[in-house]
Structure formats: C-alpha cells, structure tokens
T-cell receptor
Framework: GQQVMQIPQYQHVQEGEDFTTYCNSSTTLSNIQWYKQRPGGHPVFLIQ?????EVKKQKRLTFQFGEAKKNSSLHITATQTTDVGTYFCAGYDYTGKLIFGQGTTLQVKP | NAGVMQNPRHLVRRRGQEARLRCSPMKGHSHVYWYRQLPEEGLKFMVY????????ESGMPKERFSAEFPKEGPSILRIQQVVRGDSAAYFC?????????????FGPGTRLTVT
C-alpha cells in the first residue's frame, strides 16, 4: 500500500534557528496536507497543497509541493518556542484514505 | 460552532473489560473517521463512517473492535476484551464531505490506558 515517510523523526533547534521537515510518498499524490500536534494535543490542520511545484506561506512557515507531486517540505524560519510540536504530512491513497507520515517532532530550546 | 467532541478524554480499563469511545462530529459534518495513535507514532486510519453506514473499515482489527454512527447520537468506537496493546490515543475526525479537497477536523482524543 501507499506509504508516506517523513524525516527527520526528531529535531532539536535553538530558538531563532530554522527548521525543515521532509515528506516523501511512495506514489503520486493528488494533494498533500500538513497538520501540527502540540504535546498532549490533537492534530490541527495547517494547509493543503494541490498543484505541482506549489509553494504557500503562512507567516514564518513555508510549504512546498514537489514537481512530481511525490514529496513535500515544511520550513520554519527563525523558530520560536511556540513552534514546539509534531508536524505531520498526510496524503490520500487511491481508496480515499488519508495516510499520515510518522511525523517530525520539533523541540526548541529557548 | 462547536468543534469535534470526544469523550471521555481519558479512560482506564482493566484487561478483559470493554471500552466505549464517543465522538460527536462538527455541526453539519456527516463523515467521521477514527484513528489510533501509539506513543511517538503517527496516526493510523481505522474506520470511516457516514450516518448509519460503515464505508471503509480496512484499518480496523478483525476482532474485538467495532464502530457505528447511528442516525441519532454520536459515533462510537467499541473495543471488547481490551488488552495492554490497545493502550493508545484514539482520535476522531470529521469532514463536510468525502474526498481529498476536504480537510479533516480532529477531536481532542481519548487516551485509553489498559492496566
């Protein structure tokens, strides 16, 4: 079945440093969604990318969808302690199920 | 507009007991999804339901697990004869419709601990 893989699994950064997480799918995706889960919390939808090569920005967050629609990335500029959490990418498989990556957990040292 | 509601938030069961997890979708949403999350892992799809119908249960264990979404009332995920391996966070999500264009809204989850 379709697999969605994320790297790295964990990332520790100093506050103010940048952070990037990468997402790769074993198959071409119709779109990709990104979610954030704070410690002890639930996943919260951040954004959806649909077009090949699409780039979207939300303040310090930049999301990119690869040209082949099989990979995506999330980049955070100048991290803050409020960015702490686990970031998941997710893509729909051919049956309509949303398949989540295993997530990248970000720790930010003040 | 109230979000997705789940209860209980925390549930402790002894091995062999039954666990019932409830989910009320967002107002106007008729599509409900259940996911399981083990510690430090991603979310694994379990089942997708619409009112009175199970659409896709390919992620559900074949035994002891069942789900329903009756015409009236919340969706229920039922785990019979729980074992320690069932300890996890169970999240419910709802969407306005089915398809990749629609985002899923997650509830706060039920943390199940089996002792």
């Amino acid at each position: 079945g379709q697999q969605v893989m994320q790297i790295p699994q964990y990332q520790h950064v100093q506050e103010g440093e940048d952070f990037t997480t990468y997402c790769n799918s074993s198959t071409t995706l119709s779109n990709i969604q990104w979610y954030k889960q704070r410690p002890g919390g639930h996943p919260v939808f951040l954004i959806q990318l649909v077009k090949s090569g699409e780039v979207k920005k939300q303040k310090r967050l930049t999301f990119q969808f690869g040209e082949a629609k099989k990979n995506s990335s999330l980049h955070i500029t100048a991290t803050q302690t409020t960015d702490v959490g686990t970031y998941f990418c997710a893509g729909y498989d051919y049956t309509g199920k949303l398949i989540f990556g295993q997530g990248t957990t970000l720790q930010v040292k003040p | 507009n109230a979000g997705v509601m789940q209860n209980p938030r925390h549930l402790v069961r002894r091995r062999g007991q039954e666990a019932r997890l409830r989910c009320s979708p967002m107002k106007g949403h008729s599509h409900v999804y259940w996911y399981r999350q083990l510690p430090e892992e991603g979310l694994k799809f379990m089942v997708y339901l619409q009112k009175e119908n199970i659409i896709d249960e390919s992620g559900m264990p074949k035994e002891r697990f069942s789900a329903e979404f009756p015409k009236e009332g919340p969706s229920i995920l039922r785990i019979q004869q729980v074992v320690r391996g069932d300890s996890a966070a169970y999240f419910c999500a709802s969407s306005l419709s089915r398809g990749s264009s629609y985002e899923q809204y997650f509830g706060p989850g039920t943390r199940l601990t089996v002792t």
